[in-house]
């Protein structure tokens, strides 16, 4: 089925560095969303984004969702280790949303 | 408030043999019904997905099936898993658009 993409596929960053990843779509979204998923667990809501060009935070992360319609972009900064796991992209569709092929992020200390 | 729950957390099945994983929502009413596999650090795989009892839609053909006997029960079975059968598996509802709320999964192995 369809996937939106998303890079960078993985990353490892030190511990207090700012991260940045995206998601690309060939269509259209009115709603983006981003998941991050810890280590054996189900994916949670993060932050859903709702109008082109709208720039949202939620503590340390904020996500923009692109003035095209087509991408959003998803920024943490002063990352800690407990940011580790993947971070999903989707765009929102009637009854079945569209999800990424996902960042994986690894922090060091 | 709403909650979902799945079991069991893990589970070792020999191939041939049969499955059935649960999934139940509570809080909420005429929920969407999802079900996704995940390979080891992989994406999500949608494999089914229900709007409503006795609806069903598939996205994958495979030796899957899903049912929805109640509005609020989602089951994923299995008559005879195979090898490739293996995977981390999530069920999910949503409600409204406002995204998915994601149960803490089921990792399969099978041997």
Known sequence: GQQLNQSPQSMFIQEGEDVSMNCTSSSIFNTWLWYKQDPGEGPVLLIALYKAGELTSNGRLTAQFGITRKDSFLNISASIP????????????????????GTRLKVLA | SQTIHQW???????????????????????????????AA???????????????ISSEVPQNLSASR????QFILSSKKLLLSDSGFYLC???????GYTFGSGTRLTVV
């Not at chain 1, 580790?84 to 929102?92: D, L, N, S, T």
């Not at chain 2, 795989?45 to 609806?55: M, R």
């Not at chain 2, 999910?92 to 406002?98: D, E, I, M, T, V």
């Open chain 2, 8 to 38: 069991p957390a893990t589970l070792v099945q020999p191939v041939g043999s049969p499955l059935s994983l649960e999934c139940t929502v509570e809080g909420t009413s005429n929920p969407n019904l999802y079900w996704y596999r995940q």
């Open chain 2, 69 to 72: 006997p109640q509005d609020r």
């Open chain 2, 92 to 98: 999910a509802w949503s409600r409204g658009g406002h």
């Open chain 1, 82 to 101: 407990s940011d580790v796991g993947i971070y999903f992209c989707a765009g929102q569709r009637a009854v079945r949303d569209i999800f990424g092929t």
């Open chain 2, 41 to 55: 650090g992989r994406g999500l795989q949608l494999l089914f997905y229900s709007v409503g009892i006795g609806q």
